[in-house]
């Protein structure tokens, strides 16, 4: 037998048996130290919010936040996210012609609110030339020379006032005068009444003669500032009169007179449009004078042969 090898397996077997004891002895002693659960409760918390946080900016560019969304933001100078408070929508912008009202093309307005007489409104005026265009198209014969009026939009009200009835057209109503820079010196006359037109008189290209001085009255300016010729001497009275024509640039001022009253004409972007009141029955024509900007008489109609100086 080997005694040395068997006592060298006593002597370790001896070891290990006293290693277990100490550590079974020292066990109770020995204790690990306490996971800091706060710490890591805290950076989870800040993880989770971190990797929510960018999964929000991951679907903003995927999807569009619905109107009226929220957002936290801080609410005590910066000291913290504690209160929610609403932002505006980062939805894509709707199209304005869904949320914006666009008025429908019309005439534009005279040179000044003093062309617009006896309550009648620039709407009214509007209005009324719409309805003389419409009356034109319903009621004039096709070609034979026929002149389309076009469309309001087209137009440049300049004169809008009372209308006079008389025997040849009975009852109250407005006229409405209208002009387009092209052709040159196309201009519309509309009878309106009880709200519908009646009437409508059209005049295009240079009314005057080739000779016509720097100051032309519309040719058709009597149906402004007449009665019925079978009214003459009875007209009704007091009586709403107007006059239009065309003027040069060379001209900076127009008078009228007519009968016991007078005025100075309105210059609108190459007419003159000039109104008063009669109180009294004439049997001769307004008397129209131009004069330049020194102030100098360039026209006189008293002096025009072209121009029809009585009354029928």
Not at 66 to 94: I, L
Not at 128 to 134: S, V
Not at 197 to 209: E, F, Q
Not at 253 to 277: E, I, M, Q
């Amino acid at each position: 037998m080997n005694h040395g090898a068997e006592n060298e397996r006593g002597v370790e077997g001896d070891f290990e048996e006293r290693l277990r004891e100490l550590l079974a002895e020292d066990a109770h002693t020995i204790h690990p130290a306490p996971a800091p659960y706060p710490a890591i409760r805290r950076r989870g918390v800040v993880e989770r919010r971190r990797r929510m946080a960018a999964l929000g900016a991951a679907l903003v560019t995927l999807t569009a936040v619905p109107a009226g969304a929220y957002a936290v933001a801080g609410g005590n100078g910066g000291r913290g996210a504690d209160t929610a408070t609403p932002m505006t929508s980062v939805s894509a912008p709707q199209s304005t012609a869904a949320t914006s009202t666009k008025p429908p093309a019309g005439p534009t307005g005279p040179a000044t609110a003093g062309q617009l007489l006896d309550g009648v409104t620039f709407e009214q005026a509007a209005e009324g030339l719409e309805k003389c265009i419409g009356f034109d198209k319903e009621h004039a014969s096709a070609g034979m020379g026929r002149t389309d009026p076009g469309k309001a939009a087209d137009y440049r009200i300049i004169l809008g006032m009372k209308s006079t009835g008389d025997s040849n057209s009975p009852g109250d109503g407005i006229f409405v005068v209208a002009v387009k820079e092209q052709p040159e010196g196309f201009r519309v006359i509309c009878t309106v009444k009880d709200g519908e037109a009646s009437g409508i008189n059209i005049s295009s290209g240079d009314a005057g003669p080739p000779d016509a001085g720097p100051v032309v009255a519309d040719i058709n300016s009597g149906k402004l500032y007449q009665q019925s010729f079978m009214d003459k001497g009875n007209w009704k009275l007091p009586f709403r009169w107007g006059l239009i024509g065309t003027v040069e640039p060379s001209v900076a001022k127009v008078t009228v007179s007519y009968g016991d009253s007078s005025a100075t004409a309105t210059l609108d972007h190459g007419w003159f449009v000039a109104a008063g009141v009669l109180n009294q029955q004439v049997t001769v024509a307004p008397h129209i004078k131009g004069y330049d900007a020194s102030g100098k008489l360039v026209y006189d109609s008293d002096t025009d042969q072209t121009y029809e100086k009585t009354l029928p």
